[in-house]
């Protein structure tokens, strides 16, 4: 019979036991494969989905020139793109992974009075939509329809434009074919060049571009610059973590090649790159780290399983050698069975591994990520088998070095100085830890403390219950109590029992321990979520000025569910301060904030929004009675009005020369619509000069084609005079049945009296320190949505503020609104960001709504998509390894419980049996095994949750569980149903399970065992 044979026939007659030891090893080698295929998979998915994330044109490149004549700027697209095509032509690898290249030019011009682009872009025509013909002929161009609007222009009129510099260059006159608007001023199409930029800046009034497409009619200018080139997408669907090294050098490669060519490559996906590095670099770093407990408990796992099986074969050995084996003859077959089985379970564990990291890549990574059989994952089987014969060569040394006697002794050994070595060197490594902990949670020897600190309390924990199993071994035999006794005896006197309690409370432990920071990890994308967006979703959107917004918003959400926002960011002591208007009225209904629940955000919105009078809503005309007693003879003098429309600057209407006596003035107001306003009434020369003059007005009535107003003369503080600047006019107001004017000055400036339609101060809830030289002041003044500084009073403050951070400036929009309009329009502020905030309740349809209203949607979020995305930056998919080797470890555990069942079986199935013999009940012995049982998984079970749950809050606050290198903070764990309370209930459940069958194979302990005294 060979050896071969033997081994076969061994593993078939101990099948039930066999089979755990191959579940055990295929789960090692599993658990090795894990870290390695896992944290390939998941660097590619960051690349992935950093990539998908980033704007294309922060991933593409832009191959091309900028100068004037005697540049490459002046080449024809055609020439670049044959230079382009015979440099790629020398890069395949470079060439595959571009798109199809977009042509542009384009120079800056003036034209209408602004400053604007004249630009060529292939198949622009396609991109935008047209009133009129696309400007395919010289000569001809494109007008965007805003404007056209402004400055009065249409198709078919001829427009004047200004090539080159101002001071050089030339005149030149095109024809207007088309008025358009871009069907998606967003759109990748674009990449980095702002075509739609018309407005106010610091320089003066800009215009959106006009389109050509004839290129030579951008060149007409020699002196004009030009910027010529074409713009690459990248093809980010085919960047490979193998690729991103050759990517780079290709980059680096073309721009060498078509240098010569005086053309220059620009592209940011270098930064891009090296952004999503420092998550992959994350990943590569905390993969290690959580392989290393996972592994060494493996190695202990299969070192317990050798030590037991080769125990268990002691008296077969013996036999062996005293048929005349020689030493190696019999190691080998000591160990034959074990070796044999653990290489069988080698390529089924590396199945199990890949099958499991492909599910996981499946649900939790990006799209068309999987796990990949590479060279690394096969060295991790192959030192997880490894690791499996030297565990058994180690495990089994003692039993096969015994003399043939002590082999076939069947009283246990005691354990030796080696263990207390042993243990001696866990408690200092965990020491060791725990101090690098103190100093540093992120340190790599910081992170190995929990699992080394459940180590040590698993030892403490398997030594005590051997301490307290032998006390209530002497109590049980005193007071004659059978099922205390027999469960002390057996806890007390077995030699795998510590081994057990180790190893269930190193497995409980881990898995508390991924499962807690799970959990607090899921919390904390969460909140960074809600922080982030401040509602459910967020529209960011284009708004021709914030009345227009909220009127839409009113339109397309009349059950209240959303809310206009406008935000903007002014800067104090060289630090941004985010400014963020919102509808107060809506505000409670809508915001999420976190740590204010909805009667907190309502007490916080009556704070921004204090009574004040309601607007003067105007009509068609204006008329106001006034009475005057006495006047100069010179200058005349005139009394106005100054009136806001919605978009528009303030304007001042004249509403008539001012005469002795009472009279209504009255003017049309043309333009005004429903949400025109009455700002102020005005005093001031019909005429200019310098003349003093004083006079006395008394305004009785005012009135529009509505009706009479309510103007609340009578009210004091209603109506108060303007701040004039130093040297103006005075002027005094009297509160009665008719409001009072005295103006007395030189002047030329109107003296103005403002109706009151706002605090006098912008309450405000702060973030931060308070942007003036006292951070703890409650009052400051900061350019709110005008250019001149408004007063705020601090109504609140909060540590952070929903969608704009820990220094940041929240206020009433409507107050903000009327204060900025009393002195110029918001339609042309481009600082304005114009947002619009979603609750669950808002219309599921709201951007198609609002488009219908024009207000374009730019880009939609939410908090559950954001958390989604969270959920694939490198700490969350670290986690998820925690989780996958927390769960490798209980079922480690499990089949050692189990193996420890089917060790010496036999010999335990002939004890129990002879204690039925001797009159023992089997209920009896069946309380017996389970309170044995309850005491070996209990005390581990229990033991090992607090460590990792106390080790979690401790190591947690240092660890960057949302964002790489920010680390959670402080926080508070709140027991929900997650991950924790999931994956006890799992493992208890296994527990039992197992315990089951373990009743169930100790069932067999029936009298007919004794029968041939088979042991």
Not at 397 to 411: C, E, F, Y
Not at 447 to 466: E, K, S
Not at 685 to 703: E, F, Q
């Amino acid at each position: 019979m060979t050896a071969w044979t033997v081994m076969l026939r061994g593993i078939r007659y101990r099948a039930g036991r066999s089979f755990v030891v191959f579940l055990l090893a295929v789960t090692a080698t599993t658990a090795a494969v894990l870290a390695p295929a896992y944290s390939r998979a998941a660097q590619q998915s960051v690349l992935t989905d950093g990539l998908s994330a980033a704007s294309t044109d922060a991933t593409g490149l832009t191959v091309g020139a900028k100068g004037t004549k005697d540049s490459a700027a002046f080449m024809d697209l055609a020439e670049i793109r044959l230079a382009m095509n015979a440099a790629l032509g020398k890069d395949a690898f470079l060439d595959e992974r571009l798109d199809r290249s977009v042509a542009a030019i384009d120079t800056e011009v003036t034209y209408a009075g602004a400053a604007g682009r004249l630009a060529f872009r292939q198949d622009v025509c396609a991109q935008l939509e047209l009133d009129g013909a696309c400007p395919d002929n010289p000569g001809e161009v494109a007008l965007s329809k805003r404007t056209a609007a402004a400055h009065q222009l249409q198709a078919g009129d001829q427009v004047t434009v200004h090539l080159g510099p101002a001071g050089a260059g030339r005149d030149k006159s095109f024809k207007i074919t088309g008025l358009y608007s871009p069907k998606d001023a967003d759109a990748a199409y674009w990449g980095r060049t702002a075509y739609f930029s018309a407005g106010t800046d610091g320089e003066g009034e800009r215009a959106d571009a006009l389109f050509s497409l004839t290129e030579e009619d951008l060149r007409a200018e020699p002196a004009a610059t030009l910027s010529t080139r074409l713009e690459y997408p990248l093809r980010t669907g085919r960047i490979r973590l193998d690729d991103v090294a050759r990517l780079r050098a290709s980059l680096q490669a073309l721009g060498a090649r078509v240098r010569g060519q005086e053309l220059e490559v620009s592209t940011t996906l270098p930064a891009v790159l090296h952004d999503i590095d420092v998550e992959q670099k994350d990943i590569a770093r905390t993969a290690p780290i959580i392989a290393v407990p996972l592994l060494l408990l493996c190695w202990f796992v299969l070192f317990l399983l050798v030590a037991s099986l080769t125990e268990e074969r002691a008296p077969e050995i013996a036999l062996a050698k005293l048929r005349g084996y020689p030493s190696g003859r019999a190691a080998r077959f000591g160990l034959g069975e074990v070796v044999l089985l653990t290489a069988a379970a080698v390529p089924v564990g590396l199945a199990a591994g890949l099958g499991l990291v492909q599910l996981a890549a499946s649900a939790l990574l990006a799209p068309g990520v999987g796990a990949q059989l590479r060279w690394p994952v096969l060295a991790a089987a192959g030192i997880a088998f490894a690791a499996g014969v030297l565990a058994a060569v180690l495990a089994a040394r003692q039993t096969l070095g015994r003399p043939v006697l002590g082999l076939l002794r069947r009283v246990p050994e005691r354990g030796g100085w080696k263990a207390g070595v042993t243990g001696g060197v866990v408690v200092a490594l965990a020491a060791a830890s725990i101090v690098a902990a103190v100093a540093d949670r992120a340190s790599p020897l910081a992170l190995l403390a929990p699992p080394l600190l459940a180590l040590v309390l698993g030892i403490g924990a398997a030594r005590l219950l051997v301490l307290c199993s032998g006390a209530r071994l002497r109590i049980a035999r005193r007071r004659g109590r059978i099922v205390p006794l027999l469960s002390a005896a057996q806890l007390s006197r077995r030699p795998g029992g510590q081994r057990l309690v180790v190893v269930v409370t190193v497995a409980v432990a881990l898995l508390a321990f991924a499962a807690t920071a799970w959990d607090v990890a899921a919390r904390a994308r969460q909140d960074t979520a809600e922080d982030a967006l401040g509602a459910q979703r967020v529209y960011t959107v284009n708004a021709a000025h914030p009345d227009a917004l909220e009127a839409a918003v009113a339109k397309a959400d009349p059950g209240g569910h959303s809310m206009a926002v406008v935000r903007a960011s002014q800067r104090f002591d060289n630090a941004p301060i985010e400014l963020l208007g919102v509808q107060s009225g809506r505000l409670a209904g809508v915001a999420v904030w976190r740590g204010h629940s909805g009667e907190q955000l309502g007490a916080v919105a009556g704070r921004l929004h204090p009574a004040a009078a309601d607007p003067l809503r105007l009509g068609k005309d204006l008329g106001a009675e006034v009475t005057v007693d006495a006047l100069p003879a010179k200058p005349a003098l005139r009394l106005a009005a100054i009136v806001a429309n919605p978009g528009q600057p303030p304007r001042t209407v004249t509403l008539g020369t001012l005469v002795k006596g009472t009279h209504t003035y009255r003017a049309t107001l043309d333009g005004c619509t429903a949400e025109c306003r009455l700002v102020g009434l005005a005093v001031g020369r019909a005429a200019g000069g310098t003349d003093p003059y004083s006079v006395a007005v008394a305004v009785r009535g005012l009135t529009t084609d509505d009706g009479p107003l309510s103007p609340g003369f009578d009210l004091a503080g209603r109506w108060q005079p303007r701040q004039a600047a130093a040297g103006g006019a005075t002027v005094t107001v009297r509160a009665g049945a008719a409001l009072g004017i005295d103006v007395s000055g030189s002047d030329p400036a109107d003296a103005v009296v403002e109706h009151v339609d706002t605090p006098d101060v912008l309450p405000a809830v702060l973030a931060g320190g308070a942007p003036t030289d006292d951070a703890r002041s409650a009052s400051f003044q900061l350019p709110g949505f005008s250019e001149q500084p408004q007063p705020f009073a601090v109504v609140g403050r909060t540590d952070s503020l929903p969608r704009a951070g820990r220094r940041a400036v929240m206020f009433d929009l409507d107050y903000a609104t009327r204060m900025a309009q009393r002195s110029g329009s918001l339609a042309d502020n481009a600082n304005l960001r114009y947002e619009v905030w979603a609750a669950g309740g808002a219309p599921a349809d709201l951007a198609t709504r609002l488009g219908r209203l024009g207000v374009q949607v730019l880009r939609a979020e939410s908090i559950q998509g954001y958390t989604d995305q969270l959920g694939r930056r490198a700490p969350a998919l670290g986690l998820w390894l925690y989780l996958l080797a927390g769960a490798a470890a209980i079922l480690l555990a499990l089949g050692v419980v189990l193996l420890s069942a089917y060790v010496g079986v036999r010999a335990r199935l002939y004890e129990l049996a002879a204690l039925r013999v001797a009159g023992v009940r089997a209920g009896q012995l069946r309380r017996a095994v389970l309170r044995e049982y309850r005491a070996l998984l209990g005390l581990p079970l229990v033991v090992g949750l607090a460590a990792g749950v106390a080790g979690a809050l401790v190591m947690l606050p240092g660890v960057p569980l949302v964002t790489v290198g920010e680390p959670v903070g402080s926080f508070s764990y709140e027991p929900s149903l997650g991950a924790l309370p999931i994956a006890l209930g799992l493992t208890v459940l296994g527990l039992l399970l197992t315990v089951i069958v373990v009743l169930r194979l100790l069932g067999r302990a029936t009298p007919m065992r004794l029968k041939d005294g088979a042991q």
